[in-house]
Each structure stands twice: as C-alpha cells, then as structure tokens.
C-alpha cells in the first residue's frame, strides 16, 4: 500500500516537531549533550543556489542570504558533530522564496506517487472502512506535505531547500534543518536511497517500512540530541513555536493515515534510542544501513529486534480471477494490522492482535476500478492466530459495508455491499475482501481447508 512507501525525498513536516517538543521535555535531564566530534571536518563554503527568478538581485537579498547560510554552516557543523560523521563534501543548500518551496513540494510528490497506484489503494482503504469513500489520496498527500514545510533535503538532487523568508532560521525550523542535514549527512555515507528503491521495485513494503523507520529514527534522534544540547529558554521557544504550528489538514486526515504517517519518525526514534543508549552510540546504527530490520515488527519491539527475529515464510496460493490482475503480492506485517485494527477496534484490541504476528503474505487483485484482497497470517502460536480471527471478525461488521453474515468452514462470511471472509485454521488466518462479492466468493473458495 502506498502509506508504507513514502519515499526520503519527500520533506518532513512540520507537524512532527510537536513529537520533538513532548520528546525533548521528558529527555532534556536525560539525554547527554551533543558530544564532542571524533573527527574533525575540514570547513568548506557551503553551495547556494536561488531558484527563485530575479532580474536583479538587490543588496538586502544578498545579505539576507548570507545571513541565512551563515546559520546553516552553523547547523552543518553542529549536526557533523553531534551525529559523529563528516560530511563528505558540504550539501548544496537551494534558497527559495514561499511559492517556489510549495511546488517543490508538490512536484516531489507527482513524482514520487503513481496515480494509478493511488487509485487502487484508496479503492482498497475504502473497501476496508480506513478511509472515507470520497477521499482524494493525492490530494490528502499534497496538502499533508505541503502543510508548513520549514525545509526538506531532496535525495535525489542532494540539495537542502530552504525556504528564504527573512534572513533569521526560526527555533522550530534550525531543527528540521538538523534532521535533514542528517538525511543528507547519512545519505553520503551509506547510499539508502539505492536500497529502499529495490525494496520498493521488489513490493517488500514491510521491509522497506523498517528501513525508513531506521533513516527517520536516526534524523530524529539527531535532532534531539541537537535540541536537548540548546540552553533551556532555547528549548522552551522550540516548545512553543512546535505547538503553536497548524496542523489542521494531519488533524482532519483518517487516524490510519496518521498513524502510518507518524510511524517512522516514533517507532524508529525509540528504536535507534535503545541502541545509543547501551554506550556505543551511533556505531551500531551506522550498522543499520547495511543490515536494517527486516519487518516493522522488529522495529516496533525491540526484543525481536535484538533477537532478529525474522518473519515466518508464508506460501499464499495463486488463485486467477478472470478480469483481475494481481497488482501487488507482498506482506502487509505487525504495522499495517496494529493501525487498521487500531483505528476501529481500539487500541487494546488491535495490540493483543498485532503483536501475535509471525508473517503473512497478501494478493491484491485490481481491474482497474473494483480490488479483491486475500490474505493468509501466520500467527506465532494457535492462541495468537485465533486472537487475531476474532478481531477481524469483529472489524469487519464494524469498518466494512456488510450487513449479513453466517458460518462458512471454518469461519465467517459476511456479505452487503462488500464482501468479506474470516476463518482459522491453527496458527493460521485467512482473510478474504471484495468489493464485488462474486470475486470475493472466488478467492474464498480457492481455500477448501478454511
């Protein structure tokens, strides 16, 4: 699904520094200093381009400029320092004026999202009840990143955008500064991006949802370390400047957006946090570049983590239905059922659920206008696998457009408007959606055991 693949190039959003400013007030007594560098970075004047288009660029401008890259050479600094690595070579840093930044922001995402991808995956969240029918995904996404960007490292150029309105970084938008510094910082060092477009290429979505975790959980934590180094009244002003930010367009998205929005930037920070905190630092994160999680679980628990628990092989039956294609085969994982099940059932539930999660494997059918979605969980045990069968035969009734429903097999079938099957077998479940019940009905009888 598209929420799990969101590409590095996309800017970070301001929204996310109200979790810098909860973060920071319970680390501040806490988290060490920003420690003293282990290598010394030669200095270098640091590449300006303005893509704003000017016939004449007048002196105030200039100073302005000058002013603002004279802060960013300060965070480069502060960031090579506290993240422990050099910069390779200085990032090139782009001024640009409000509505440059905004279709910078814009083209980043008609680039980075395939509008036919987006169409099956809003006909599939709407067939599961996690969006309203009406929802413009693109739309959604371009207002969501575009909401206040204080500035973005686009991996693709390697420029740092910065949005040149006045010639003095405000608190809330040097940290951003500092966490893209470390996406730019990191990505010299490691190449993620090579990695996270195979995965993509190769529909390993869970995979690649843990190895963004480890790039966002790593600019994060930088970023507070960078914070919880400023003097106090320099914190409190963050503080302030963070919550007083409009989030009004991520307030009125679907919680399953949200949370999967949230995801990496969280999940990841209390991951890599764990592995700064046992006295080596960034060593072992610098390890996670070329040998990351391989599922959210490992990023959301990080016993499994630590014990590189890898996720059960599941072999999904290919089953053809006429008009279909199988657009996506791939593992939906811990992340994507906590949330969808979250969002409806609560979280209780959705956490006795989810954390039973040994593997799974989905097809995801699409004609171009109707989807149909199979999939078969491996739950750790019998008891985790029949936790996770009753709560969705509880979500269903609850999120889909079903009115009926009546035993089949092993489980339930429920029909209306959408159509849905839920049966267990072991230490397994499958799970069958359709918006047409006689694909649906298909995908159920392909599955004579359940």
Same mark, same amino acid.
């Given at each position: 699904m598209a929420e799990t693949r969101h590409s590095s190039n996309l800017p970070w959003m301001s929204r996310f520094a109200v979790f810098v400013a909860g973060a920071l007030l319970a680390a501040s007594c806490t988290v060490a200093p920003a420690p003293s560098p282990t290598t010394t970075a030669t200095s270098a004047a640091t590449t300006t381009t303005t893509t704003t288009p000017s016939t004449s660029t007048t002196s105030a401008e200039e100073a302005r400029d000058a002013r603002l890259l004279e802060q960013i050479d300060d965070l480069i600094g502060a960031t090579e320092q506290i993240r422990e690595l050099p910069f390779l070579e200085h990032p090139t840093v782009t001024l640009v004026d409000d509505g440059e930044l905004e279709a910078r922001v814009r083209q980043l995402i008609a680039e980075e999202v395939d509008p036919e991808e987006l169409r099956r995956d809003a006909a599939l969240e709407v067939l599961l009840g996690l969006i309203p029918p009406d929802t413009d995904l693109l739309a959604l996404y371009q207002d969501l990143y575009g909401e206040q960007v204080l500035g973005f490292y686009d991996g693709e150029t390697k420029e740092l955008v910065v949005p040149a309105a006045s010639d003095e970084l405000t608190p809330a938008q040097k940290v951003t500064l500092v966490h893209e510094l470390t996406h730019a910082l990191t990505d010299q060092h490691f190449g993620f991006a090579d990695l996270s477009d195979q995965l993509d290429q190769e529909q390993r979505y869970d995979q690649l949802g843990a190895l963004q975790a480890v790039t966002e959980g790593d600019a994060t934590l930088t970023e507070i370390h960078y914070v919880t180094s400023l003097p106090r009244d320099q914190q409190l002003e963050i503080v302030n400047e963070s919550l007083g930010q409009d989030t009004a367009v991520f307030d009125r998205a679907p919680r399953f957006i949200q949370d999967l929005l @949230?995801?990496?930037?969280?999940? =990841?920070y209390n991951l890599l946090n764990n592995l700064w905190n046992d006295g080596t630092r960034y060593e072992p994160i610098n390890g996670l570049y070329t040998d990351p999680p391989v599922s959210t679980e490992q990023v959301m628990h990080f016993d499994k983590f630590a014990a590189r628990e890898t996720p059960i092989e599941v072999d999904l039956l290919d089953v053809t239905l006429d008009g279909y294609n199988v657009a996506e085969s791939s593992t939906w994982g811990e992340l994507l059922f906590q949330v969808m099940l979250e969002q409806v059932l609560g979280s209780n539930v959705a956490t006795a659920a989810a954390t039973g999660w040994g593997g799974d494997r989905y097809h995801l059918y699409w004609d171009g206008a109707r989807v149909a979605f199979v999939l078969l969980y491996q739950g750790d045990s019998a008891e985790d696998a029949a936790e996770m069968a009753d709560a969705l035969e509880a979500y269903v009734p +609850? $999120?889909? $457009?079903? %009115?009926? #429903? #009546? +035993? /089949? =097999? &092993? =489980? %339930?079938?429920? %029909? =209306?408007?959408?159509? +849905?099957?839920?049966?267990?077998?072991? /230490? #397994?479940? &499958?799970? @069958? +959606?359709?918006? /047409? $019940?006689?694909?649906g009905a298909l995908l159920r009888d392909a599955f004579p055991d359940f």
């Amino acid at each position: 699904m598209a929420e799990t693949r969101h590409s590095s190039n996309l800017p970070w959003m301001s929204r996310f520094a109200v979790f810098v400013a909860g973060a920071l007030l319970a680390a501040s007594c806490t988290v060490a200093p920003a420690p003293s560098p282990t290598t010394t970075a030669t200095s270098a004047a640091t590449t300006t381009t303005t893509t704003t288009p000017s016939t004449s660029t007048t002196s105030a401008e200039e100073a302005r400029d000058a002013r603002l890259l004279e802060q960013i050479d300060d965070l480069i600094g502060a960031t090579e320092q506290i993240r422990e690595l050099p910069f390779l070579e200085h990032p090139t840093v782009t001024l640009v004026d409000d509505g440059e930044l905004e279709a910078r922001v814009r083209q980043l995402i008609a680039e980075e999202v395939d509008p036919e991808e987006l169409r099956r995956d809003a006909a599939l969240e709407v067939l599961l009840g996690l969006i309203p029918p009406d929802t413009d995904l693109l739309a959604l996404y371009q207002d969501l990143y575009g909401e206040q960007v204080l500035g973005f490292y686009d991996g693709e150029t390697k420029e740092l955008v910065v949005p040149a309105a006045s010639d003095e970084l405000t608190p809330a938008q040097k940290v951003t500064l500092v966490h893209e510094l470390t996406h730019a910082l990191t990505d010299q060092h490691f190449g993620f991006a090579d990695l996270s477009d195979q995965l993509d290429q190769e529909q390993r979505y869970d995979q690649l949802g843990a190895l963004q975790a480890v790039t966002e959980g790593d600019a994060t934590l930088t970023e507070i370390h960078y914070v919880t180094s400023l003097p106090r009244d320099q914190q409190l002003e963050i503080v302030n400047e963070s919550l007083g930010q409009d989030t009004a367009v991520f307030d009125r998205a679907p919680r399953f957006i949200q949370d999967l929005l @949230v995801f990496p930037y969280n999940a =990841g920070y209390n991951l890599l946090n764990n592995l700064w905190n046992d006295g080596t630092r960034y060593e072992p994160i610098n390890g996670l570049y070329t040998d990351p999680p391989v599922s959210t679980e490992q990023v959301m628990h990080f016993d499994k983590f630590a014990a590189r628990e890898t996720p059960i092989e599941v072999d999904l039956l290919d089953v053809t239905l006429d008009g279909y294609n199988v657009a996506e085969s791939s593992t939906w994982g811990e992340l994507l059922f906590q949330v969808m099940l979250e969002q409806v059932l609560g979280s209780n539930v959705a956490t006795a659920a989810a954390t039973g999660w040994g593997g799974d494997r989905y097809h995801l059918y699409w004609d171009g206008a109707r989807v149909a979605f199979v999939l078969l969980y491996q739950g750790d045990s019998a008891e985790d696998a029949a936790e996770m069968a009753d709560a969705l035969e509880a979500y269903v009734p +609850a $999120a889909m $457009a079903v %009115t009926d #429903q #009546q +035993a /089949d =097999g &092993l =489980g %339930t079938v429920f %029909t =209306g408007d959408a159509f +849905a099957f839920v049966a267990r077998s072991h /230490d #397994q479940v &499958l799970f @069958v +959606a359709a918006d /047409d $019940a006689g694909a649906g009905a298909l995908l159920r009888d392909a599955f004579p055991d359940f």
